[in-house]
Each structure stands twice: as structure tokens, then as C-alpha cells.
């Protein structure tokens, strides 16, 4: 007599495919920076006359962050394709939460000008350390997902990133209310060695290289994506990149954007500190406002830039969010800087960061588009003219903060966010560098 035939495992129905996980690391990876990113500038509250530092030398420091994280952007592209995504991120990231932990340490052994020197240093190595982040994470992205998918996964990340930034200032304030500055950086660093644990563990450069990819999550993805380019990586090809218009047009576009984008995102809680008169517990409740604006800005700018690119092709599609959120944006810091009342300036600067931050999908799908295969390379290109404007604005900003002079600031954001949306006009994202 046969026996019955087993009973076959139930399959499921639907999983969370690998890349989705793989995404999920690096929108980790993404919120913590920001959140590092901001630190500085929220502790400064009380750093400032515990250290006996000005805020124009806050302004420094910032400016020295940006230094590094400006200059690392481009070659940390080209080291991201030659060593890959894994590995880069595991260095970057533990030599980020060293320069973390160098703030809350070096008034143990540092005073006066050797002790601002070091927290400078500090500053420069933590914005080289993230310097790669973006870059490496668009050629992951490039890897893992189909095109149509670009703006997004980008738009997602972004969302990332001021969800990081909006835990900040009441996180941070939280801890210093309680229990000192430097106590509230350390507990808000070492988490950050689980998520390089993990990443270590799981993360890949590639579908092909992960064991848990499946045929059918690579059918997904459609025709192979283009192989790797570390091998193939020339300065010939770094030189067409440099000379690409439409790279160039996207580069200079984003410096200006990101002059209203450091504006708003850095300098809001002391704006309403010291312009609005709010308390410091008020103001660090009120700065949650923009960077959460902005995560719903960013969420909403890759959705709609796939959509529109689906239905109006990729030129067209990724042209008209920026044309439109720009001028807006433009408008509103111009609006908060005239506004009568203090919750209608949070306001408006809140509606301004989530008409810049509509933008972040729409450009790096753009420099994907045109880098492709080097995508890492020609986003490096893109995220050091975005971070030049704020190296511009930082000390700009400082100045004139520091002498009550903030709605000179204020117009000057316009104007470059209205340069910004004309520079959108010479992109032709189809036209490959």
C-alpha cells in the first residue's frame, strides 16, 4: 500500500525582498548621520559658555564639518567603487562615532585656543568620516533597484535623513536638561556600533553577491544591472563626468538649493532662540517642526518623481517638481523672515524646508541617470556642490546671526533658491556624460 505524499510547506505569499532590507540599513545609516550632524549644533546651547566658545567659533566648527564632508564627497565616490559598499561603510562609520566622542572628551585634557583646535579636528575627520555616505548609498541604489524606482528609494532615504535631524534637538535637549551635554553625545553615539554590526554582517555591494537573493527577486529587477565599474574606473571617465553639462548644471543647482537647505535645517533653533525670543525648550520643540515637514517633503518628492517620470518620461517627469517647489520655497523663507509672529515664522520655515526637500528624489534620480555605472563617482560630483553651499552659508550665516542681522540671510536664500530652479532648465537627465 503507498504511503500519502507529505505534505508540502506552505509558501509565503509575500516576503520583504533583500534589497528592501539592504535599503532599510542605509536609511539607517542615513537618519544617524544627520542626527550626529545636528548635535553639535543643539549642544552648542550650553557648550558655548561652559568652553567659553562664541558663536561664531560654533559657526567654525560647523564650517569645519562641512569642510571635510564637502571634500570627501567626490573621492569618496571613486573609494566606494573601488573598495565597495560594505566595507566603506564599516570604516566611515566607526571613524564617525570616534570623532563623535572626541566632543564630550576633550574638555578632560583641552582648554581655550588647543581645546576649539581640537574640537575643529573632531569636527573636519566626522565630516570626512560621512563624506561617502551619500554617494556609496546612490551606486548601492543604482545596484539594487530598477530605474524607475530611483527617485523613490532617494526620496525615502532623505526622509531618513531629517527624521534624524528632527530627533535631535528634543532628544538632545532632553538629555542636556538632565544631564549635561557631554553625556547626552555619548549616549547618543554608541548605539550606533549595532548598526555596524549589522551591516557588516548582512550588507552587499550587489544582488549577485547576497545568499539570500532568490531568481525571483533578480527577475524583479529586469535586465542585469551594469556590472560593477571599480575595475574599469579611469581618469578618462572621471574627466567626461567633470565635464558633463548635465552634471554640471545639477552640481551648481544644488549648491544654491542647499544654501536655503543649511539655513533652514541649522540654524533654525538658534533663529528662534534668539530673533523670536522662545525658551530653549520651546525652540528645541519647535525646530522638530522643519525636519519633520522636510521627512514628508522627501517622502512625497520620490513618490511623485516616479510617478511623473512613468508619465511623462524621465526628462520632463524629473524636471517639473524643482520648477515648481524651488520658487516656492524661495518665497516662504522670505515669508517666515516677515512674519509678524513667532509660530507663523516656525511655520513658514517648516513649509520652505518641505518645498526643498520635494527636491532630493527628482536630483539624484537625475545624476543616476546620467553617472549610471559610476553612479557613486558622478553623485560625489553633485553632493560636493550641494555641500559648498553650505560652506558658503555657514559662515555667511554666522556673521550675520551674530549680529541680529538674520533677514539679510533670509533674502539671500531666496534668491539663490530661485537661481536654483532656472539652472533645472539646461538638465536633460537622458543625456547620458
Known sequence: MTQPAPALAPTRAWHVRVRWKIFGCLFAFGMVAYLQQRTITVAGHQMMPQLGISQEQLGWL???FLVGYTCLQFPG??????????????????????????????????AGGALFLVLA???????????????VSAGVFEAWFAAEQWPLVQGLQSMGLQ?????????????????GWQRAIVWTTLPVLLLIAVWAWYGRNSPAEHPSVDAAELAELGAPP??????????????????????????????????????????????????????VLESGWLAVSPPIAAAIGAGLGGLFGTILQRR??????????PLVSLPAAGLLVLAAAGAADGYLAALALALCF??????????????????????????????????????IATPIIAYLSARQAWAPAFAL?????MVSAALWLLVDPTRKA
Open 62 to 64: 560647523e564650517t569645519a
Open 77 to 110: 565616490g571613486l573609494l566606494g567603487q573601488r573598495l565597495g559598499a560594505r566595507r566603506l561603510f564599516v570604516l566611515i562609520s566607526g571613524v564617525a562615532v570616534l570623532a563623535m566622542l572626541v566632543a564630550p572628551l576633550a574638555p578632560l585634557l583641552f
Open 121 to 135: 579636528a573632531a569636527q573636519l575627520l566626522l565630516g570626512a568620516a560621512q563624506g561617502p555616505i551619500f554617494p
Open 163 to 179: 527624521l534624524g535631524a528632527a530627533v535631535a534637538p528634543p532628544l538632545i535637549t532632553l538629555l542636556m536638561s538632565g544631564f
Open 226 to 279: 551594469a556590472p560593477p565599474a571599480e575595475a574599469a574606473l579611469s581618469w578618462r571617465r572621471v574627466l567626461t563626468l567633470l565635464r558633463s553639462r548635465d552634471v554640471l548644471a545639477l552640481t551648481l543647482s544644488y549648491v544654491c538649493m542647499n544654501y536655503v537647505f543649511y539655513l533652514v535645517a541649522n540654524w533654525t533653533f538658534l533663529y528662534l532662540v534668539q530673533e523670536r525670543h522662545f525658551t
Open 312 to 321: 511623462l518620461g524621465v526628462r520632463r517627469g524629473l524636471r517639473l517638481i
Open 354 to 391: 518641505a518645498c526643498i526637500e520635494l527636491n532630493e528624489g527628482p536630483y539624484w534620480a537625475a545624476i543616476m541617470q546620467v553617472g549610471r555605472a559610476d553612479t557613486m563617482a558622478a553623485s560625489g560630483v553633485l553632493n560636493t556642490g550641494g555641500n559648498l553651499g553650505g560652506v
Open 413 to 417: 536664500g531666496t534668491v539663490l533658491a
